[in-house]
């Protein structure tokens, strides 16, 4: 039996030094990213999480009563007197939900403010809601119609590794029924 010995020859130093460079940099490049993807990852969570908070209440207030008729009307999705105050149901008008009943000036607490704290299992964000009349025109996409509002939620949030709050808006017009 005859064998054949190869010659078999390893790694020089030389080589093994620069395989080494290369992985080393690698790694680091790796390292770098890292904390930046970690970042992006939670801003995405919190902004998706602010935008359901903004639609979960839209869709509440997309159930809300407002009507002309009877006179004065029922009038449960109301006014903001100002772009810093909550809506307040509009003089000459009264708001019936359920066995609930608000006179004309009153709050409207399904749409008060919700500091950091108030809402249930979401620490750390807050929710307003704002509502424009749309027949004074003012601040409804150009729309001049007494029977249109616009339906303004904003929530705000602290993102990681930043004191400075962040806010999500989301509108909508809202018709009388």
């Not at 105050?85 to 008008?93: D, I, L, M, R, S």
């Not at 950091?116 to 750390?124: C, D, K, L, Q, V």
Request: proline content about 5%; hydrophobic content about 45%.
């Amino acid at each position: 039996m005859t064998r054949h010995i190869q010659n078999q020859r390893g790694f020089t130093v030389a080589e093994v030094l620069v395989a080494a460079v290369i992985v080393v940099v690698a790694v680091v490049a790796l390292l770098r990213v890292v904390p930046t993807a970690t970042y992006a990852v939670q801003e995405g969570s919190q902004l998706s999480t602010a935008t359901f908070l903004a639609d979960q209440k839209l869709e509440q207030i997309k159930n809300l009563p407002w009507t002309g008729t009877p006179a004065p009307g029922n009038d449960c999705l109301g006014i903001s007197a100002s772009a810093t105050a909550a809506p307040t149901v509009p003089a000459g008008a009264t708001c019936t939900l359920g066995a609930t009943t608000i006179a004309a000036g009153g709050a409207l607490t399904w749409e008060a403010d919700e500091s950091a704290t108030a809402i249930p299992n979401f620490s750390g964000y807050s929710r307003q809601v704002r509502v424009s009349d749309c027949g004074a025109g003012a601040g409804c996409m150009a729309i001049v119609d007494p029977g249109m509002r616009l339906v303004t939620v904003t929530v705000s949030y602290t993102p990681l590794n930043t004191a400075t709050s962040k806010s999500y808006s989301v509108s909508m017009l809202h018709s009388q029924r």
